[in-house]
């Protein structure tokens, strides 16, 4: 298997700063003296910030209730609640016997990634991939539709002519691209579906109501990019599929990265709305759109401003208190106003680069929760580097206390959430979830390499399951399985005669 790129395109643990939120190389020393952070003012917000962000079993029952709830509700009719319950036309999973060349396009972060797979049945399986990683310039993700389509295609057909080796495509055939898009889309057929909304910090204009695969279709033409797009899927739809292809006990994909979302293998019979399209299949996948969920949440003054002041207010409430985009924000928003008015780095001073919103990433507070040394010298060092803050040690350790705060409040809700969907397959279906192994694949750089969240996590899991019952729920991380899903999917709708 060759591959030629390493990292996740839409799954990114990094939101990329405009150029003005450069962090300073050479750090200049802002503070004249060291001053140590007044613990009687930071104390009391601490305190508050804690009890705000506290999950104990009751919140995260009421979530995983709640989260249950609001998808029958979201289930029974379009708009019924919070949780979108798109139906993903998605409606046979991998079974292992595709075979062909097809082309994956994964679009949902600030990179995207183009990847080939030359897939050879239930005996060879995957025989090659090969993939590339392209990052979005931040101004693409502020322009036009057209702009932004215009600069996919073109790097899709650069990548589809350097097409060799291991990969053959059938003479007189048009090469077919799993497309994952992971934004929400209500999806008209496999292969259409209008965009809702964007997220994750997207503004690109003329895209929303419209038709993304008729927007790539007619960027290709335009690029002279001889391609077409036999599948449109979420990302976690993609994830689904390709962990499927190994196993078969896989029924719930999740993301937690820049954004998050979960898809499940849902009963036709359960879907109320789904009467009118008259499903062949016993089952269909059902994207959830969770990011949007927002019943009974634990939050607290920074998150409202945060949201307040979003580009998107009062959207995506449930990504914006556990993904990746918004942890190390929400972390920035408590400490300028520990600095303000609790003297955490001395008097009311505030660093100026910390006035800046997204300054702190979710990788920073990650690295700096990675800290074991006595002095916290790391965080020390992330606080100076990012912000030329010095610190002492009882501030650095209020920051610590704070990011634990943000990860655990985070991971413990994510886990409630993945509670919630078990739950309610299970009520449909009794034994069929927590009476055998049942896998939840999972991808998303914020659990891969965060280990404290995806340690919260898993607490939760077990806390609200019990023991036993959690033993059977093996949440698997399912590194880039999105791009081979995508092109398995692509593959079983494929418009040229097949037998798989
Ligand atoms: C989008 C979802 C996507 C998730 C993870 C969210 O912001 O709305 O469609 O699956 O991010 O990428």
Redesign the pocket.
């Known amino acids: 298997m060759s591959v030629t790129a390493s990292s996740p395109a839409?799954?990114s643990f990094h939101v990329s700063r405009s150029p003005s939120h450069k962090r300073v190389s050479k750090p200049r020393v802002i503070m004249s003296a060291v001053r140590s952070s007044d613990s009687l003012g930071v104390a009391p917000i601490l305190t508050k910030l804690k009890k705000d962000c506290a999950t104990p079993l009751p919140v995260l029952r009421h979530v995983a209730d709640a989260m249950a709830f609001d998808m029958r509700a979201g289930l029974a009719v379009d708009g019924g609640s919070d949780l979108k319950m798109i139906l993903s036309y998605v409606d046979t999973l991998p079974t292992g016997n595709e075979k062909g060349l097809f082309y994956a396009l994964d679009l949902?972060?600030t990179n995207f990634r183009v990847l080939r797979v030359q897939l050879g049945g239930k005996e060879e399986r995957v025989i090659a991939t090969e993939f590339e990683q392209v990052s979005i310039p931040q101004e693409l993700m502020f322009a036009t539709s057209e702009e932004l389509f215009n600069f996919i295609a073109s790097a899709l057909g650069k990548f589809a002519q350097k097409e060799g080796g291991n990969f053959e495509l059938p003479q007189g055939r048009t090469r077919e691209i799993g497309f994952t898009?992971?934004?929400?889309?209500k999806q008209t057929s496999i292969k259409s579906g209008i965009l809702i909304k964007w997220?994750?910090g997207f503004a690109v204009s003329g895209t929303a109501g419209k038709d993304v695969v008729a927007c790539l279709n007619e960027a290709m033409e335009r690029q002279g990019t001889d391609m077409q797009v036999s599948a449109l899927v979420?990302?976690?739809v993609g994830t689904l599929a390709g962990a499927r292809y190994w196993d078969d006990d896989v029924m719930v994909a999740v993301?937690l990265?820049?954004?998050?979302?979960a898809?499940y293998v849902e009963r036709a019979d359960a879907i109320p709305k789904l009467a009118k399209r008259m499903s062949k299949s016993p089952i269909t996948i059902v994207?959830t759109?969770w990011?949007?969920f927002s019943n009974g949440l634990p939050l607290t003054e920074f998150d409202r401003e945060m949201d307040a002041e979003s580009i998107n207010p009062g959207e995506?409430i449930f990504?914006k208190t556990i993904?990746g985009m918004y942890l190390g924000e929400i972390v920035r928003r408590v400490l300028v106003k520990m600095a303000k008015v609790g003297g955490l780095f001395g008097g009311s001073y505030v660093p100026e680069k910390l006035i800046t919103p997204f300054f702190l990433r979710t990788p920073d507070i990650c690295a700096m929760q990675q800290d074991t040394s006595r002095d916290l010298e790391a965080v020390e060092s992330v606080l100076y580097d990012i912000a030329g803050i010095k610190s002492d040690l009882s501030a650095r350790k209020t920051v610590v206390d704070i990011c634990d705060t943000i990860a655990k409040r985070g991971g413990r809700l994510a886990g409630a959430g993945i509670v919630g969907i078990l739950q309610k397959m299970e009520e449909d279906s009794k034994g069929v979830i927590f009476g055998k192994r049942t896998v939840v694949a999972m991808d998303?750089g914020l659990y891969e390499h965060y280990p404290q969240y995806r340690g919260y996590l898993q607490e939760a899991v077990t806390e609200l399951l019990g023991s036993e019952i959690s033993k059977n729920v093996v949440i698997e991380h399912s590194k880039d399985g999105s791009g081979i899903g995508a092109a398995l999917l692509a593959a079983a709708n494929s418009k040229y005669e097949h037998d798989f």
């Open positions: 839409v799954r949902g972060g898009f992971s934004f929400p889309v997220t994750k979420n990302d976690t993301i990265g820049t954004g998050t979302n898809c994207n759109e990011g949007a995506q990504e993904s998303g």
